[in-house]
């Protein structure tokens, strides 16, 4: 198993090297000027910008500027905010609990549902319900976000206000005001449960409920329609086929038996599913004001924060190659054949 992981983690290396160099031309393909971003209308003179082109390494040779950056990466510094002058890893690192909150319960959402929806949709092939489970799957999977979010917004805020106040969900923010929690692991869950604050984890439960269901509902559907196809495929096996001649209960030949062979693709989707969840997250935190990495980007880009930006995206890049990597070593945990192909 550990040639296995090392293998993989030598497959890994030259990923990263291609996304630190698409996130340093990240901030030199973009419009506007770093230098005017940063000093705005004190610029008094053209020997104040060049000043400050130098100080930055801007007016260098772009493979220099290049070997230059990867330097500072491996000293774990990605700069200083254009605009607030704080280090991009702090900002990064107090916002991403949040983002991978929402993101860890929009997980939840789609492995629960999609993994129990497509397996009642294969063992109930053909039948009504698998017609209309895979119809909402489609329809799931086609939403954009943002106006699947606008729709979940008008019908469990706007519309269940009016009809039934007491089933009405929040819509922004992490937490009622009425409350003050004092953040210290930055999961609004878990804080709220070490908190004195008498309803606190109640509310920071309501709160997540709307954008966990926008965000989730895409990977749900995908996980779905997967894990049909391959427990169909799977139950037309013959072990399986073995272990119904052996009388025993349906709940087991599809639980032990058939769903261990058919989890390493479903497993896939989900891997692939958590660079999704924090992509669909910028449009996510946007909509319901949720102040994690998402909104930070996007607020990133209307303030020209150029090294904002680029360490952000380069961050969730890493994080989302750790997951596919992760991912892999699953697979060699569920079958050992992929540890040992010539076996």
Known sequence: MIRFALGRLALAVPTVLGITLLAFALARLLPGDPVEVMLGERIADRQTYEQQLARLGLDQPLPLQYLHYLGRLAQGDLGLSMVNRRPVIDEFLALFPATIELALCALLVS?????????????????????????????????????WGLLVIMFFSVWMRDAFPALALPVSGRLDIAFDVVPVTGFMLIDTLLSDEPGAFRSAVRHLVLPSLVLGTYALAMVAR?????????????????????????????????????????????????????????LTETIFSWPGIGRWLVDAIYRRDYTALQGGLLLVALIVIAVNLLVDLLYGAIDPRIRHPRA
Do not use: N
């Open 111 to 147: 492995v629960v549902g999609g993994v129990a929806l497509g397996t009642l949709a294969a063992v109930r092939r053909g039948s009504w319900i698998d017609q209309g489970l895979m119809g909402l799957s489609i329809a799931g999977h086609s939403m954009p976000i943002y106006w």
């Open 226 to 282: 997967m894990t049909r196809s391959s427990l169909l495929e799977t139950l037309g096996q013959d072990f399986v086929r073995a272990a119904r001649a052996r009388a025993l209960p349906p709940w087991r030949v599809v639980g032990l038996h058939a769903m261990r062979s058919a989890l390493i693709p479903v497993v896939t989707v989900i891997g692939l599913q958590v660079g999704g969840l924090l992509g669909g997250a910028v």
